[in-house]
């Protein structure tokens, strides 16, 4: 076979694995049971603390800050580039006020409590910059997003929730699975009825606020005044 013809040969079987690969990759990826898993359950109780209304929906809306931060981790070391290497791992990072920031770059001097959080979501009680957050925003997601459309803030005044601590649950789960929460309780002390339509997880990264999930509800979720409401990011692994 001349040389020609036998690479055009070629050069059609490699487009056909090719493309046979990423279909295959495609179907795989798109599989409906993925091994890392996100949910979110929503839980409204009146101020006796009888359930009102309770669903739990699979979340599809891990943001690029998320999939940065933890490739990022993963690439390279706490400075930010790989030890005895100039490949640098940093990555631009925009945070919940459109500023960006160079990440990971995570040394210190001092005391080990004072070293930055690189992924915390253990917000306290009254803050609203970090931990589970939501708003009444219904544009719809995309992978860019980098803040809720429009968040309600903590305290007690008209479109306003008081917000618990955010906890962050161990590691748990039977058979095959390994199972954690985020979990955070909002309380409508307003005097009216507050509406929720989008909920999301956002983090402290190096004294940042970063948004590494949003998911606008399907059906928008009421509290009544005087009642709460529960978020559960559920994060499902499965070996």
Not at 18 to 32: G, K, L, P, Y
Not at 134 to 145: F, I, L, M, P
Request: with cysteine; net charge negative; glycine share 6%.
């Amino acid at each position: 076979m001349p040389v020609q013809i036998f690479r055009s040969v070629e050069r059609r079987r490699d487009k056909e694995v090719t493309q046979s690969a990423s279909h295959d990759v495609q179907r795989i990826m798109n599989a409906e049971e993925a091994n890392l898993s996100l949910f979110y359950e929503l839980e409204v109780r009146d101020k006796d603390g009888k359930i009102i209304s309770f669903r739990r929906e699979r979340s599809r809306s891990l943001l690029r800050n998320f999939a940065l931060l933890v490739r990022t981790l993963l690439a390279g070391n706490i400075a930010g580039v790989i030890t005895h290497s100039t490949f640098n791992v940093q990555v631009d990072i925009t945070t919940r006020d459109g500023s960006t920031f160079k990440f990971p770059s995570l040394m210190y001097s001092g005391y080990a409590e004072n070293a930055p959080a690189a992924m915390e979501a253990a917000a306290m009680e009254r803050n609203d910059d970090y931990g589970v957050i939501v708003g009444s925003g219904a544009s719809a997601v995309t992978k860019y997003d980098y803040d809720l459309q429009s968040q309600y803030k903590d305290g007690i005044e008209a479109n306003q929730l008081i917000h618990g601590k955010t906890t962050v649950e161990d590691v748990d789960g039977d058979g095959m699975e390994s199972v954690w929460r985020v979990i955070r309780t909002f309380t409508n002390e307003s005097g009216a009825t507050i509406t929720v339509r989008e909920i999301g997880l956002a983090v402290l990264c190096q004294g940042k606020y970063v948004l590494i999930a949003r998911d606008v509800l399907d059906t928008p979720e009421d509290i009544p005044d005087a009642a709460s409401l529960t978020v559960r990011y559920v994060f499902k692994v499965t070996a």
